[in-house]
Each structure stands twice: as structure tokens, then as C-alpha cells.
T-cell receptor
Framework: GENVEQHPSTLSVQEGDSAVIKCTYS??????FPWYKQELGKRPQLIID?????GEKKDQRIAVTLNKTAKHFSLHITETQPEDSAVYFC????????????FGQGTTLQVKP | NAGVTQTPKFQVLKTGQSMTLQCAQD?????MYWYRQDPGMGLRLIYY???????DKGEVPNGYNVSRLNKREFSLRLESAAPSQTSVYFC???????????????FGPGTRLTVL
């Protein structure tokens, strides 16, 4: 089955800097890759996603890139702000019609003012 | 729309006690999921239900049972709670069939369970 590895596990940046989180997946048939943000004590919420027929997607300060050949995808946050501090999870959808997502271990991002 | 709701929000059990976590969604989604979240372990799938009337094991099903009561509701039962089941439990739902453009999973607020 699908396996997702996420790096780094923790990331600390200065406000205004960029942050990059990387994930690799194992199943080349996976076609959907979401990123979730989880603030302390809250539920995970989708911030951006990408499907396998697209190489890059942007939404204001966040972007996701996908390299199908290398089977990796990355989250890019520019001009980081203290409210970006949270745990970020990448995921890959399992093949088939169950909608199952396989999550990475998570990255704790700290943005220092 | 309430989205995905879970009850209870908090629960403390003694070892060996049983309980059922309730989950409901009002988005008419086919698929529902139960996860547990432990520090440093990410979100691990316990059980899922791809459609009404079906349930399947996820990554960590031991010690749990589930019931897909109808399209809206998916419950998780701990028959004999153990301290290792202390965790935060999230229910989620998505429109998974037949592979829609939006595969987003929507999460409930979570249940914090402590087993003493």
C-alpha cells in the first residue's frame, strides 16, 4: 500500500522568511495530494491540494509542487507570519474508490516574530 | 451545515471500561473515517467505511470496532479500554466515489480520551 514520508519534523523560521516542507510517496498510481494545517487543539483543515495532472498550484502565500517522476511533493509558504505556526500534514490518496488518505508524520512549523 | 460532529469532546475511562464515540456528517458524503492522533505519530487510520453498509480495517484496528449506522453516522467502540488507547480521536468524511474532483476529507472537532 501507499507510504508517505514527510520532512522535516520541525521547522523554525523568522517572520517574513519562506518555509518548505517535503513529502515523498511510494505508489505511482496515487492521484491526489492534500496538505492540512492543524493549529494547537484544533482539527486538521485543508489548506491546499493538487492532483496528479498538475505540476504546481498556488493560493496567495502558499503553493504546492508535484514531481510525479520522483514521487515527491512540497509545500511552500512565503512571507511567513506568526499565525502560520502550526502542524502541517501532507497526504496521498490511496488508489481505489475508498477516499483513504495516507498521512505523513507531520511538521511543526514555528514562525518567530 | 454543521459539517462533521463528534461526541463526546472529552472522556476519562478506567482500564477495562467500554465506550462508544459518535460521529455524524451532514454533507451527504459516501465515505467516513476514524483516526487516532498521538504525539509524533501523525494521523493513523483505525477503520473506514467507503460506503453505507461497508467497513474496513485501517492501519491500527486492534481493540476497536465500528458501525456505519446509516449514511450520516459512523461510530467507534472500545470494548475494553486500555491505557494505550489514550489519544485524540478524529472522525472525518469525504465524497470518495467515483473519484470526484474534490477528495477533501472534512474532520470533526475530535474527542480527547484518557484511559487510566
Amino acid at each position: 500500500g501507499e507510504n508517505v514520508e514527510q520532512h522535516p519534523s520541525t521547522l523554525s523560521v523568522q517572520e517574513g522568511d519562506s518555509a518548505v516542507i517535503k513529502c515523498t510517496y511510494s505508489d505511482s498510481a496515487s492521484n491526489y495530494f492534500p496538505w492540512y494545517k492543524q493549529e494547537l487543539g484544533k482539527r486538521p483543515q485543508l489548506i491546499i491540494d493538487i492532483r496528479s495532472n498538475v505540476g504546481e498550484k498556488k493560493d496567495q502565500r502558499i503553493a504546492v509542487t508535484l514531481n510525479k517522476t520522483a514521487k515527491h511533493f512540497s509545500l511552500h509558504i512565503t512571507e511567513t507570519q506568526p499565525e502560520d505556526s502550526a502542524v502541517y500534514f501532507c497526504a496521498a490518496k490511496d488508489t481505489g474508490n475508498t477516499g483513504k488518505l495516507i498521512f505523513g508524520q507531520g511538521t511543526t512549523l514555528q514562525v518567530k516574530p | 451545515n454543521a459539517g462533521v460532529t463528534q461526541t463526546p469532546k472529552f472522556q476519562v475511562l478506567k482500564t477495562g471500561q467500554s465506550m462508544t464515540l459518535q460521529c455524524a456528517q451532514d454533507m451527504n458524503h459516501n465515505s467516513m473515517y476514524w483516526y487516532r492522533q498521538d504525539p509524533g505519530m501523525g494521523l493513523r487510520l483505525i477503520y473506514y467505511s467507503a460506503s453505507e453498509g461497508t467497513t474496513d480495517k485501517g492501519e491500527v484496528p486492534n481493540g476497536y470496532n465500528v458501525s456505519r449506522l446509516n449514511k450520516r453516522e459512523f461510530s467507534l467502540r472500545l470494548e475494553s479500554a486500555a491505557p494505550s488507547q489514550t489519544s485524540v480521536y478524529f472522525c472525518a468524511s469525504s465524497e470518495a466515489f467515483p473519484d470526484p474532483p474534490n477528495n477533501e476529507q472534512f474532520f470533526g472537532p475530535g474527542t480527547r480520551l484518557t484511559v487510566l
